[in-house]
């Protein structure tokens, strides 16, 4: 079975950075378009970014743009996402997936606070 696992979550203060990983096994990583999506407490999934199957279109939503850059490394099965300048706004589980949302991971908890 297809399978995503994030790491690399955890508690940061307001301006502080994160960089999320995302493994892909047990499918064909590199053919696949991927996004990040996040959740935060008591609200609906957001989108956050996406990027092409090989790595040279990349698409944020307007929240994080300028602070959150996503990138992949096909050869390692391995999606990125670097968060700086993170705000206590940006509190969420953070769940990557493929472009179609078929294929999901179990999410990493990220918080920011003082």
């Known amino acids: 079975e297809e399978q995503l696992v994030e790491s690399g979550g955890g508690l940061v203060q307001p301006g502080g950075s994160l960089r999320l990983s995302c493994a892909a096994s047990?499918?064909?990583?590199?053919?696949?378009?991927m996004n990040w999506v996040r959740q935060a407490p008591g609200k609906g999934p957001e989108w956050v970014s996406g990027i092409n199957y090989s790595g040279g279109i990349t698409y944020s939503a307007d929240s994080v743009k300028g602070r959150f850059t996503t990138s992949r490394d096909n050869a390692k099965n391995t999606l990125f996402l670097q968060m700086n300048g993170l705000r206590p706004e940006d509190t969420a589980v953070y769940y990557c997936?493929?472009?179609?949302?078929?294929?999901w991971g179990q999410g990493t908890q990220v918080t920011v606070s003082s």
């Open positions: 047990r499918f064909t990583f590199g053919n696949y378009d």
């Open positions: 997936a493929t472009r179609f949302f078929d294929i």
